[in-house]
């Protein structure tokens, strides 16, 4: 049976891993967070100091994976599940710089290729439907203004302690827009085949029913 592989893209703080999680748990699909993989390297990367000249030849030692326990996806390093720990505005910029070294990118290529050909999935990311699944069966690109994106991981950080403040947060999610939009490898921009779903103003339930609205359009009901 052919599966079913839906592609969402677009910058930070768009929604993707929320909405695209909300999704595949109502349609029974396999939610897989690619820029959680990146991150994850990013950490190993950050924790033993590698200059990024020497990133390529650790990677071997890195050990990433995702495994799906009870419905959700945990990110581990090795037998350490570090989902928590790859959140934090450090290493999302770390994941933004080092998600630019070819290296990395062939490293975790593969991983992502195999989780779709055996699975349905719902796949979020920065080059999802431009080069990791260019065949998909949906595409989507997701965005949403610098300015309500920056909010949107305010009011998601301010629940934890040494929050950065607003501003800080939106110097952050410009920088990284730029580096990702303009770096030499898979740069983040929309498929020519994408829908382009602008969630400016939409809070995660209307996001969430405007993009199984269109999954279930271009995949007549959703069945394989």
Do not use: W
């Not at 052919?2 to 999704?23: E, F, L, Q, W």
């Not at 959140?87 to 080092?98: N, Q, V």
């Not at 989507?140 to 403040?165: D, H, V």
């Amino acid at each position: 049976m052919k599966t079913i592989n839906v592609a969402i893209d677009g910058p930070a703080g768009a929604g993707k891993s929320s909405i695209a999680k909300a999704v595949s748990a109502e349609l029974g699909y396999i939610y897989v967070d690619t820029g959680a993989l990146y991150r994850a390297v990013a950490l190993f990367v950050t924790e033993n100091n590698i200059p990024d000249e020497d990133i390529a030849e650790s990677l071997g030692k890195a050990e990433v994976s995702l495994k799906f326990i009870g419905g959700a996806q945990r990110v581990f390093l090795g037998d350490r599940d570090v989902s928590d720990l790859i959140r934090t505005p450090e290493i999302s910029m770390a994941a933004s710089r080092t998600s630019s070294i070819p290296a990395v990118r062939a490293y975790l290529f593969e991983t992502q290729q195999k989780i779709a050909r055996e699975n349905n999935v719902i796949m979020d990311g920065r080059d999802i439907g431009t080069v990791v699944l260019p065949n998909a069966d949906v595409k989507i690109f997701l965005t949403a203004s610098a300015e309500e994106r920056a909010m949107r991981r305010y009011k998601e950080l301010s629940e934890k302690p040494g929050c950065p403040c607003y501003e800080e947060i939106l110097s952050d999610i410009i920088e990284r827009d730029h580096n990702d939009m303009n770096r030499k490898t898979a740069p983040l921009k929309q498929a020519e085949d994408a829908v382009l779903v602008d969630t400016t103003g939409m809070n995660l339930e209307e996001s969430s029913a405007v993009i199984k609205k269109i999954i279930l359009e271009k995949t007549n009901g959703g069945e394989a």
